[in-house]
């Protein structure tokens, strides 16, 4: 929420400096996100006044002026706008000031050959506007010499993040209000004007909901001219970020954003027959000041009248009845609608507006009449016309909810001693009222309290959060105990393993587009969100490989020529009785080049599957899981190759990663180009250690007598996987047998067909003594006999 310090002063007297209300705010826990003030840009600027305007000598649609800055002799300046004429008063940009709008530094130069001191500007250049056909002319009593910036009120512009539990804060005078009780100055309210009104309203205003809409106030006023509002508002309403419209569009968006309470106006020719707050019908549509249709359902709550729905209740007005150039006769509205209907319709029409955000956060029930008041007077002030009385239906809300508070318990809760007589003080100046037993009574516009514990954080940030000491826990004597979860070990193992192979860690969304998620669903039900950020954002992903997929096509499009990427997080799915099932996971996809071109490597190697393999091997191992025993099996799922991709299991069912090339159709489906290699580590998969906790890998211990190695060659059927026939190597002799590892496959001449020579060295430890000659032919009969039951012979 933007407001200008200018704005701010109409509710709160103080003399404060703009760092003093800044510290302020973010000491009562409204954070500033940033102060901009408009003066800074404007140095430099001036009111100035032509004398001359003469043509330029060398140019058709130029003018050379002399202009008077209030100091010294005229200034010589080139003008091109073409309302530029001697006698008017403008804005001068002198040497050294900075243009706004595109950060140009003014300097003395020449323009076709004429000198020219400065820039005469437009209101676009000095973005206070979109206007550009010419310079800015300003009145004939505007002080020349005068700063632009002093002139034209420029005030400074905070910019604070109000949280949700405080609408009554997405105003300035709720903003106000907590200054003054941090001791920054003193609360002035409004001044509500008596306005009986002449006559009875001529419009029957009706509720028919009353659960979606409790009240519904108006009045009409007519005679009413809607032209341009006034400048003190439209600077005010530019500064909060808002686009001026109208008068009484603009009289109604200045209401919401100096109350926090929003309303509407209608144009009263428009409407036929009484207005109602009803629920809508199936299937009805309303075209919104969006300029977007909206279908509607029988749980919304709209305002309507004979001939159909002008307005979706708190959210956003209808196109058909709003306020034009034309309007002369209007009906206002202040109502107040139930927060929960406002959210889910909100929810379900995918709309939001500034009237939602305070509406479902719930507004100030007790307002209404003020409200309305302060709006009337706006309108008559800034369009004429004549009110009349006020037509009121249904009530709001009026029972205070009143919280038995101990003061004792911000010394127990909050940390800090506050003495109670400052206590008191401090509820009150919040509007609170104090019994004298304690029995505090919270003002209607405080949805947020709800016991005893919102009151002391309401007496602790006003007191002063930086007053709370900071006390360390209390520590158990002697070693402390590991904090970490056996899977949060894992997961740092894992990161720095991935970092060291030279992977760069991505921290990709959680939520994923529907289409994407169901391509990597494989059957399993989503978990869908009720309240998404936005349609692209709407169901949690059931893996990583999407968010990782995307990242590297991003990359890619920007010109990057290979991704190494990985990330751990959790897929999430739909459990028993519906509850959330998250699974600890790790992502990995390699895309682009493996290596670069070059003169000793040629062209450009891409990834390849064996590449996604090491990659689930290496991680495997760090992450401890028994890569000895691992199966490689296929079905890595629809959206891999079938021919390049398989599966690491520990057993036929107990599935630990996945890994492969990509299939060209997933490659399609997500716009990305090819090959793309990924692997997925389910970390939920991994066997836990006996004893408890994980495998985790023995302390290195160095043999003490020298490892030998043998070689053997087999010929195998041609269908066999290297991998269990190494398998049945290394189980032949576990003892003694270190490691096995395939350094040769051969097809073709010398072997017969339909079978493959594979080379295999195994690595032997000796125990307490070097091997016999008798115990080395001991265990390399063992060896080929094992290989023997895989349909391997020794080669002759």
């Known amino acids: 929420m933007k407001f200008s310090l200018e704005w701010l002063k109409d509710y709160l007297e103080t003399d404060a400096s703009v760092a003093d209300i800044a510290s302020a705010l973010n000491r009562i826990g409204h954070e500033v996100e940033g102060v901009e003030d408009p003066a800074d840009k404007l140095a430099g600027f001036r009111v100035a006044h032509v004398l001359t305007a003469g043509p330029h000598p060398d140019a058709d649609k130029l003018q050379v002026l002399s202009v008077d800055t209030g100091e010294g002799d005229p200034l010589q300046v080139v003008c091109g706008a073409p309302n530029a004429r001697a006698g008017m008063k403008g804005v001068l940009g002198l040497p050294g000031a900075v243009v706004p709008a595109n950060g140009m530094e003014l300097r003395k130069s020449a323009i076709r050959g004429v000198e020219s001191n400065g820039m005469m500007c437009s209101v676009r250049e000095l973005e206070l506007g979109d206007e550009h056909d010419g310079i800015i002319e300003l009145p004939g009593d505007a002080p020349t010499g005068t700063s632009f910036a002093e002139y034209s009120n420029a005030s400074p512009v905070f910019d604070v993040a109000i949280t949700p539990n405080r609408p009554d804060c997405m105003g300035v005078m709720g903003i106000a209000r907590d200054l003054a009780a941090a001791g920054l100055g003193t609360f002035k309210g409004p001044e509500v004007p008596a306005i009986e009104g002449e006559g009875a309203c001529p419009t029957e205003v009706r509720i028919d909901d009353p659960e979606g809409c409790p009240a519904f106030y108006g009045r009409v006023i007519r005679g009413v001219t809607n032209g341009a509002s006034p400048d003190w508002m439209q600077r005010r309403l530019k500064a909060a970020g808002q686009r001026p419209i109208s008068a009484l569009v603009d009289c109604t968006n200045y209401l919401m954003l100096s109350t926090g309470r929003p309303a509407h106006v209608y144009d009263l020719a428009k409407l036929s027959g009484a207005v109602a707050a009803r629920r809508a019908k199936n ?55 139930d927060p929960t209907r406002i959210g889910v319709t909100g929810r379900k029409l995918g709309l939001a507006s500034d009237a939602r955000t305070r509406f479902e956060r719930g507004v100030d029930p007790a307002f209404l009449d003020d409200g309305l008041a302060l709006l009337t007077d706006l309108i ?88 709370v000491e900071s006390v360390a826990l209390p520590r158990v004597e002697g070693v402390a105990r590991p904090t970490a979860t056996p899977l949060q070990q894992v997961e740092r193992k894992l990161r720095r393993a991935a970092a060291a192979r030279g992977l760069n860690e991505a921290v990709t969304w959680s939520f994923l587009p529907t289409a994407d998620a169901e391509y990597f669903a494989d059957g399993a039900q989503l978990w869908v969100l009720d309240n998404p950020i936005s349609e692209d954002m709407k169901v949690m992903r059931p893996s990583l490989i999407p968010g990782l997929l995307s990242a590297a096509k991003r990359n890619a499009d920007r010109g990057a020529a290979g991704a190494h990427l990985f990330e751990i997080g959790r897929r999430y799915f739909v459990g028993k009785d519906g509850a959330s099932d998250e699974k600890p996971t790790l992502g990995v996809v390699l895309a682009g080049e493996k290596t670069a071109r070059g003169w000793s490597t040629g062209k450009a190697v891409p990834f390849d599957a064996y590449d996604a393999k090491a990659e689930a091997m290496a991680l495997l191992e760090a992450a401890g899981a028994p890569i000895d025993n691992l199966m490689v099996m296929g079905e890595a799922g629809n959206q891999f190759h079938p021919g390049q991709s398989a599966t690491l299991r520990l057993g036929p069912k107990n599935v630990l990663a996945r890994f492969g090339a990509l299939h060209p159709r997933t490659l399609k489906a997500f716009d990305a180009d090819g090959p793309v290699m990924a692997v997925e580590i389910f970390l939920d998969a991994l066997p836990a250690k006996k004893g408890g906790g994980s495998f985790a890998r023995a302390a290195y211990a160095p043999p003490a007598l020298q490892t030998i190695s043998r070689d053997f060659a087999f010929l195998v059927p041609g269908e066999l996987a290297a991998a269990d026939l190494v398998r049945a190597v290394k189980g032949a002799a576990k003892q003694a047998i270190v490691s096995a590892r395939v350094f040769d496959v051969f097809a073709g001449q010398g072997v017969p067909e339909g079978k493959k020579s594979v080379a295999v060295e195994v690595l032997l430890k000796p125990g307490e ?28």
Not at 289 to 316: Q, R, S
């Open 283 to 337: 299937g009805e549509t309303v075209e919104a000041l969006n300029e977007k249709t909206y279908t509607l359902d029988d749980t919304m709550t709209v305002i309507a009248d004979d001939a159909g729905v002008h307005d979706i209740a708190g959210i956003m007005g209808g196109e058909h009845s709003g306020a034009g150039e034309d309007t002369s006769d209007v009906l206002l509205e202040i109502a107040y609608f």
């Open 380 to 467: 008559v002030q800034t369009c004429g016309g004549t009110p009349t009385q006020v037509v009121r239906a249904g009530e709001a809300p009026n029972k205070p909810k009143v919280v038995a508070f101990d003061p004792g318990l911000t010394a127990r809760l909050g940390g800090v001693d506050v003495p109670q007589d400052e206590q008191r003080a401090i509820l009150e100046a919040l509007d609170f009222q104090v019994a004298g037993d304690w029995q505090v009574t919270c003002p209607l516009r405080r949805h947020d309290i709800e016991g005893p514990a919102d009151l002391v954080e309401e007496v602790v940030r006003i007191y002063g959060l930086d007053k």
């Open 769 to 796: 003594k070097s091997f016999t000659d008798a115990e080395i032919k001991a265990i390399s009969d063992k060896i080929v006999a094992a290989a023997a039951k895989q349909g391997a012979e020794l080669r002759g």
